[in-house]
């Protein structure tokens, strides 16, 4: 069967709404958090496949998915560049943002 990774699904309407919230939770942020057992997923063959608003939330999760891949692979910020693309390559990093 397959698992499936979430980091919780955040909507960004939702964040639009709720300005007056002590605390904005962000996939990014979620992402950061998790980052020991993220790349442990990605390291067993997961999927990753980012939802969302092109812009700003798709960026900012790209950049936290780098740094998480830098930190916990042992390697710079250049070396993790590469291996997104090859997950990307291999069809394991998909988009789908507007």
Known sequence: ?????????????????????????????????????????????????????ARRMAADVEKALLEVIAEFGGMDLESADEYLSELRVERRYQRDVY
């Not at 709404?17 to 962000?26: C, P, T």
């Not at 979620?30 to 939802?51: F, P």
């Open 1 to 53: 069967g397959h698992r499936i990774w979430t980091a919780g699904a955040v909507s960004l309407r939702a964040l639009a709404w709720s300005r007056d919230q002590k605390e904005k939770i962000y996939v990014q942020d979620k992402l950061r958090e998790q980052g020991a057992e993220l790349w442990r997923w990605i390291n067993d063959g997961a999927h990753i496949y980012v939802c969302g608003d």
